[in-house]
């Protein structure tokens, strides 16, 4: 749809449809297009009045007798069709649609909506809408846009896509207030025919879009998502997001414990990682981390030199990189060197560097240690504390020279510079000024969102080449031997895990007290018998599970009870026998098919890791065993896999081989696959067991 999303967004004339002098959307979208100086035509049509906003107006589009490119519809909600056969028929290709009343209204608004698509369709039409506010595309100074933009009117290398109208606006002022210019902003209202990837795949080819900046309640098309973020990566350019609604629906199967750790929003996180997607969590951090990205673009690593007049804020920035997973490391030594003839001598030259004060007395002083830090050989980029001027003073020449020989030294430093002010605060016209006049770069507002924005920048950097990758062929297949709903408990599940590789914690299914008894002493105790029958899922629900039995006539006992635990629930079935482990960390390994995104693995640590604090990480399949370990760092309990408190530190080479080898194993089950589960997933040293396992299938 690019070739005709190109026509849409670069029209020659314009023709607004319900034009009115009683409406202001219609004045607003009138005025946008007048006052921010769209070159083409603008017809106004209105059957009943002749002049409207002053323009003399047109009773119906035939009547313009002209070329129309756009048509902007106002008209009320049963209108908008016959608008579209009149267009249609005179060879009009495009619309935008801002009249509501469809399908966000419930079943009679579908029914119309799904009438207009099928109508476009049909005739080969471009819409937009229904229930938008349009578009503004500051590169080409095209506006039909319905509710009014304020000035100034700001081109810049950002395209910004909203699911939210009214918030539209909002964006835009505070792009405008931060000095962030726009390429192209669109409201895509109902997305009854264009969609927001669409829009997307255009903003990967415009030239003039660098960034593209996502507000979305909703990732409708997850494949096309997904296919367009990958092009979009190998493009070099960003995506940000901010995507909304963070509650976490039910388990995906009631079955698994793995259900619990996979909601909606934190399948979203796993799914953005995969694909390179930056994801924020305000719009103040949308359009800051979205214009930092556009001005400094990739960074190299995560070593930070940062440059202040402020110790203070060498604090605050110091801790924010300790947050943000960002490092601090100290000068080489001829850094230092060099530095401490520049800096005052009360000053205390290290990383953070905080120049002082002094550079009330000497002007030149910011500018000349971010040059030595920026040659600094250890660091990948400089954070550079630097508000722009708020107020102008009465001769500013001596302000536009240390800002343009400051924007120099930026330009022609070795690693990219990044400015961030002390606080949050709109760009005043004189900041403007020295920006346009010195070329001072792009400065991220606030020590706050700075800080966060260089956080995502470094992360984007790192990923952006596995991110642009298409994903490879999924693995063979296994022979589907499953019914729909059936739950393969421990001992069938295990024996799947185990026929694939994966190491599993010896077992014997046992028929009778006796036999358990002898399998016991051929393993050795102590023993851990459960309760085994087709379709069980949660042994230790119904009392199914005896750890730590130590002779025969405790086996013994076990199986009665636990067989007497499956009758009583009116299950048949019988026990099977393990030798007990002991040592070591327990893990929970799952994964469970997302209905948008797929197969979906979380990794727990088990217990009160998990149960109480949540700590899990989650990853879209398939994953490498380099994807698991970063998954497993990512885990608050970490620490407990690497010898914390003196105990056995886990080869993390094998666990994560492992782990990978089950979610291998996921894909290959095949499509009738709901869940598999491996709880625990025993790691002691180099030893790694599946203990209990469970399949569910669709």
Known sequence: MTGSLRELFRPESIALVGATDKSGWSLSTFDNLRNHLFAGKVYLVNPRTEV?????????????????????????????????????GLGIRNYVVLTAGFGETGPEGKRLEDEIVAFAREHGLTVLGP??????????????????????????????VLQSGALASSVLSFAQARNVGLSLLTSMGNEAMVSVTDVMSYLVDDPDTSVIALFLESVRHPEEFARVCRRAARAGKPVVALKIGVSALASHTAQAHTGALVGDDRVIDAAFRRLGVVRVHSLEDLIITAGL????????????????????????????AEQEGLELPAFAPETVQRLAAIVPDFATVQNPLDVTGYVVVDRTLLGRALEVVAADPGIDAVVLLNDLPRVQPADPSVTLQIAGATAERIRSARVPVVVVSNVLTDVTEFGRYVQAQTGFPYVAGGIEHGMTAIGHVVRWSAGVEAAGAEPGAPPPALPATAGAGEVWAEHR??????????????????????????????????????????????????????LGLGGPEEVRSAYREVTAALAARGLSGDAVVQPQRRGG??????????????????????????????????????????????????????????????TEPADLGRLAEVIAGIGELAQRLGPDLAALEVNPLLVRGAEVEALDALITWR
């Open 52 to 88: 409207v906003h002053g323009e003399a107006a047109y009773r119906s589009l035939s009547e313009i007798g002209e070329p129309v490119d756009l048509v902007y519809v106002m008209v009320p909600t049963t209108a908008v069709l016959p608008v579209l056969r009149e267009g249609a």
């Open 131 to 160: 229930n938008g506010n349009g578009y503004i595309n500051a590169a080409g100074r095209t506006t039909p846009y319905g509710l009014p933009i304020p000035a100034p009117l700001l081109a810049g290398p950002v395209g910004v």
């Open 493 to 546: 599940a295990s024996a799947v895990l185990a026929s694939s590789g994966v190491p599993v914690v010896p077992s014997q299914r046992v028929s009778g007290a006796e036999e358990a008894a002898a399998a016991a002493g051929r393993f050795g105790y102590p023993v851990v018998l459960k309760a085994a029958a087709e379709g069980l899922g949660h042994k230790s629900d119904i009392g199914g599970v005896r």
């Open 585 to 646: 960390v327990e893990l929970l390994v799952g994964v469970v098919r997302d209905p948008s995104w797929g197969l979906t693995m979380a990794i727990a640590l088990g217990g009160v890791w998990v149960e109480v604090l949540g700590d899990s990480a989650l990853r879209l399949l398939p994953v490498t065993s380099d994807d698991v370990r970063e998954a497993l760092a990512d885990l608050r309990g970490y620490r407990l896999l690497t010898g914390a408190r003196g």
């Open 293 to 320: 990205l556009a001005s400094v673009g990739r960074v190299g690593g995560p070593r930070l030199g940062v440059v202040t007049p402020s110790g203070g804020a060498s604090e605050i920035i110091a801790d924010r």
